[in-house]
């Protein structure tokens, strides 16, 4: 049986998080110009504690409730840690700045991402499955034109812009339906086993974690229940290939 697609993970799978400081530091001056503008004053404790706050938010909406709030929602979290109002043209600015940030400081391809993904767009479609938080699907899109990998991928899904995170089944169910592909002839390739081994498993489909040592989410673990790993995406030709043949094997015992 061939494999019909590959959906892939966006970030610590295709892309890391190089320029993070920048992007905060960025996030942080638009938001305390922004509250100066309406006579406002933060200490850095008091604006730590507004974006521990919006963190602890998007954690618990991501992963008990399978949503993952935007900007603005995430920004107004913190002006509420705050005890500030912004008006509504500032918020947006503001909000703007925080989406905006991975293409003004933007994070890299991780190694060998690039041309893995170009090889595996000869042979069959490929999708992204991926949740957002600050920046929604619409700057990622942007960001993916930008290094060239846009058009090598037929599908996307962004939690922003269905409503759900993974492992919710929709996200999986989502990218299968736009390119036409059965569950057990897909493979899903993501770095958490929470949200991408297990959600990928959950819905019928074969899952890869990637495990590259220097690109750890936080939520990542030691143990899995995926098919296959790898720490390398060069190493991810070798790794479906094997899986197509364990399964060739496996169809024809039977």
Do not use: C
């Not at 703007?96 to 690039?114: C, E, K, N, S």
């Not at 938080?133 to 990998?149: D, H, K, N, Y």
């Amino acid at each position: 049986m061939a494999l019909a697609a590959v959906t892939i993970d966006f970030w610590n799978t295709l892309f890391g998080t190089e320029n993070g400081k920048e992007r905060q530091h960025a996030r942080h001056e638009a938001l305390t110009a922004e509250l100066a503008a309406e006579g406002y004053a933060f200490d850095e404790q008091q604006l730590e504690a507004g974006r521990d706050a919006s963190l602890e938010h998007f954690r618990h909406h991501w992963l008990e409730k399978q949503r993952t709030p935007g900007a603005v929602e995430l920004v107004e979290v913190m002006l509420e840690e705050l005890h500030a109002q912004l008006p509504a043209a500032a918020l947006e600015r503001v909000a703007q700045v925080f989406a905006r940030g991975v293409i003004d400081h933007p994070p890299g391809l991780l190694p060998g991402a690039a041309d893995a993904v170009q090889r595996l767009a000869q042979e069959m479609p490929l999708a992204i499955i991926s949740d957002t938080a600050f920046s929604p699907g619409a700057v990622l899109r942007e960001l993916m034109e930008q290094v060239g990998i846009l058009d090598q991928f037929a599908a996307f899904v962004f939690s922003d812009e269905t409503g759900v995170a993974k492992p919710d089944p929709i996200a999986f169910e989502r990218a299968l339906a736009q390119v036409g592909a059965e569950p057990r002839n897909a493979v899903h390739i993501g770095d958490i086993e929470r949200t991408d081994v297990q959600g990928a498993r959950g819905v019928g489909m074969r899952a890869v974690l990637y495990r590259n040592p220097e690109h750890r989410h936080q939520l990542a673990e030691d143990g899995t229940d995926a098919d296959a790993t790898i720490e390398h995406w060069d190493n991810v030709d070798a790794v479906l290939d094997e899986l197509l043949s364990s399964n060739s094997a496996a169809e024809e015992a039977r």
